[in-house]
């Protein structure tokens, strides 16, 4: 029996261990081929690798950012974003009203009331704690601000704040003084400022029937006594001339006060488009008070708006 040795020693004598050179030109051909087949999937698999590494840097990078916020984004490239996002607000809503208090509106004589109001045996004093002027107020600011004209109506009690320090009503405007310089303090860009009353005088002075429905008739009070004064009347004139177009009757005009010994400025001074406003009369109802301070709201969007 012939053992492997033997087996190769036959071979070697059977075949010849030259092999043709096509044979030997094929072969080359062959690994070669096989030899950028096996590089390409070496390169394939280490550019994977690279990828993935890539990506993985990147979202462990975008985790920081997002953890630790918007300050590490280059912050000229933040403001320039900004400066942008403020230009295309501003070509939508250039009005200034909409971004910050604008009106202001409080009540020097925040207690007065309505007969309709109050309990038939306490009628003398035509005064209340809750039931007064300043619902009308509220019911003025509540309507501005729904039109994105931004309105602060004052919560502060000045009557209170009269019995508290011991003081008679005729301080009244010394005490709503202190409020107004306050609120125009903290709020620069107040630009139109009603101190809201009702007024003493009877029904058929301060009503109006338009179209079947009673309203309070409006009353713009100025003191001349006062450096705004000019501008302040300009102002009155115009909420007077603009109700009087739309709603004949329903405004009894400008008053001006000018008493020679002592006018009270009625705190005008202090900044220009202000007015005492009277809203109807102690004769009243709250609803004759709300239909006017609703028109009002109106009148007041349209002169902003142009």
Same mark, same amino acid.
Request: no cysteine.
């Given at each position: 029996m012939q053992n492997d040795k033997d087996l190769f020693d036959l071979i070697k004598k059977t075949y010849p261990l030259n092999p043709r050179p096509d044979f030997v030109s094929t072969t080359e051909a062959k690994l070669r081929q096989n030899s950028r087949k096996l590089n390409r999937k070496k390169a394939y698999k280490r550019l994977s690798i690279a990828f993935s590494g890539l990506i993985i840097c990147a979202i462990a990078i975008f985790s920081i950012i997002s953890f630790k916020g918007i300050s590490l984004i280059d912050p000229t490239l933040s403001s320039i974003d900004k400066s942008h996002s403020a230009n295309v607000v501003n070509k939508q809503e250039p009005s200034i009203y909409i971004y910050q208090p604008s009106v202001y509106i409080y009540h020097s004589h925040n207690y007065e009331s309505f007969y309709s109001e109050i309990d038939a045996n306490e009628q003398k004093r035509f005064y209340d704690e809750i039931k007064n002027i300043k619902l009308v107020g509220? $019911?003025?600011? !509540?309507?501005?601000?729904?039109?994105?004209? $931004?309105? =602060? &109506?004052?919560?502060?009690?000045?009557?209170?704040? *009269?019995?508290?320090?011991?003081l008679a009503l005729n301080k009244t405007y010394t005490v709503s003084r202190e409020i107004l310089e306050d609120t125009l303090k903290k709020n620069k860009n107040i630009q139109m400022v009603f101190d809201i009353h009702r007024d003493s005088a009877d029904r058929d002075v301060t009503t109006i029937n338009i179209k079947g429905k009673d309203f309070a008739k409006? /009353? #713009? @009070?100025?003191?001349?006594?006062?450096?705004?004064?000019?501008? %302040? *009347?300009? #102002?009155?004139?115009? *909420?007077?001339?603009? =109700? /009087? !177009? !739309?709603?004949?009757?329903?405004? $009894?005009?400008? @008053?001006? !006060? %000018? %008493?020679?010994?002592?006018q009270s400025t009625y705190n005008q001074d202090l900044v220009n488009n202000?007015?005492?406003?009277?809203?109807?009369? @102690?004769?009243?109802?709250? &609803?004759?008070?709300?239909?006017?301070?609703?028109? #009002?709201? /109106?009148? *007041?969007?349209?002169?902003?708006d142009n």
């Open positions: 509220k $019911r003025l600011s !509540k309507n501005l601000n729904a039109t994105n004209i $931004r309105t =602060i &109506q004052e919560s502060r009690d000045i009557t209170s704040i *009269l019995k508290d320090r011991g409006v /009353e #713009f @009070v100025i003191s001349k006594s006062n450096v705004n004064y000019e501008k %302040n *009347l300009k #102002f009155a004139n115009r *909420l007077h001339n603009k =109700i /009087e !177009k !739309k709603y004949p009757g329903l405004s $009894r005009g400008v @008053v001006i !006060k %000018n %008493n020679p010994k002592d202000m007015v005492l406003l009277q809203i109807g009369g @102690v004769e009243n109802t709250l &609803q004759e008070e709300y239909r006017t301070t609703d028109i #009002f709201a /109106e009148i *007041l969007k349209e002169i902003i």
